[in-house]
């Protein structure tokens, strides 16, 4: 089978490798559709995260093609989307019910520690039904399910958010993360939303899925805009946004969410960064901001599955480019150009 293997910054391999024989506790998946995630970018350009050799590739779904002896719940040729971290099940962090924050979750898991999914055929071990493997509903194509895992991550970040029926809100970012944060929230009551980018293409995109407002972040004052939207904050200063989801992962961006939220309002983090950050921790104090990080995803792949089958999200609209895993350098090229593309997946 081809699979595209890291070597280095800017250097993925795509090589001929035997298909992998899943033991008796595994099972065998063919992809179908595997994304570029942003920390895979991270990856491309600095070469961080995962070591040299590594299949990359953790968003993903297909069809199951072969089942260990001691699996059970799953069938043949059954469509499914695979959760991809591998976690312990004994640490302090999953006994306590939140497994995304075992540290054996990336260090063993898909695409990271073990084999990812830029791949014909994959592993999936400890193959639990609606745990690790969640079988698709009819109505969700292998295609939209390659797009549940940041899904999961968004719908991730928005339960921490604890957002008020009529709160308002700003999402700084507008690429995958970003666009499924605002329709999530579009769920939410009577949510008001507002993203800032400086991709057009994904302003667009951004408005045509129902975000209240858009501010392209080079043409416009942010600032005045958000002061216009939401009223200026105490004293004057910066504006009155009730919840700030920072998802764009640039050092202005950081200031402008601690500028922009109210006294008392919420940020909440999930973009990563590539460079550290010069800020001001004094307005934290004095508007008593919560800031929280927002990491992966507990057990939000079934939301994710039931808000894609539901059409009350839609993950289709976000795919802008499919390439075979031949041209993994033009794809991630591409996947770089905010302006040309907003989500880039395989097609196997
Ligand atoms: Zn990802
Ligand atoms: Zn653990």
């Not at 992998?20 to 994304?35: A, F, N, Q, S």
């Not at 260990?68 to 976690?87: C, M, Y």
């Not at 950081?254 to 990563?272: D, F, P, T, Y």
């Amino acid at each position: 089978m081809k699979a595209a293997i890291f070597k280095e910054a800017r250097k993925l391999e795509v090589t001929e490798i035997p298909v992998p024989k899943p033991t008796e506790d595994e099972i065998l998946i063919k992809v179908d559709y595997c994304g570029i995630c942003g920390s895979d970018l991270h990856t491309y350009t600095k070469g961080l995260y995962v070591n040299p050799g590594q299949i990359m590739g953790h968003e993903f779904a297909g069809v199951v093609k072969e089942i260990g002896a001691n699996v059970s719940g799953l069938t043949i040729d059954q469509k499914v989307v695979i959760r991809p971290l591998i976690e312990c099940g004994s640490c302090q962090h999953c006994l306590a019910g939140m497994p995304h924050l075992c540290a054996n979750g990336l260090v063993d898991g898909i695409g990271y520690g073990r084999p990812g999914a830029f791949a014909e055929y994959i592993i999936v071990p400890k193959p639990l039904v609606n745990k690790v493997v969640f079988p698709l509903p009819d109505n969700v194509s292998t295609k939209e399910a390659a797009l549940i895992e940041p899904l999961a991550v968004a719908v991730h970040g928005v339960k921490l958010a604890n957002v008020d029926l009529a709160d308002k809100v700003v999402v700084f970012g507008a690429g995958t993360i970003g666009l499924f944060v605002a329709q999530v929230l579009k769920t939410i009551g009577n949510c008001h939303v507002t993203q800032i980018d400086i991709s057009n293409k994904r302003l667009e995109l951004a408005k045509e899925l129902g975000v209240d407002v858009v501010i392209n972040a080079q043409e416009e004052n942010v600032m005045e805009r958000l002061v216009e939207i939401t009223g200026a904050g105490n004293y004057g200063a910066g504006a009155s946004v009730d919840v700030v989801f920072e998802c764009a992962g640039v050092p202005i961006t950081v200031n402008q969410s601690l500028e922009a939220v109210r006294h008392g309002g919420k940020i909440i983090s999930l973009a990563l960064f590539e460079e550290n950050v010069s800020l001001d921790p004094t307005i934290l104090v004095q508007k008593e901001i919560s800031w929280k990080g927002s990491f992966a995803y507990n057990t939000e792949f079934k939301t994710a599955i039931d808000l894609l089958s539901s059409g009350k999200v839609n993950a289709e609209a976000l795919i802008s480019h499919l390439y075979p895993i031949d041209e993994v350098t033009a794809a991630f090229e591409k996947q770089l150009k905010a302006n040309e593309s907003v989500k880039v997946c395989f097609e196997f």
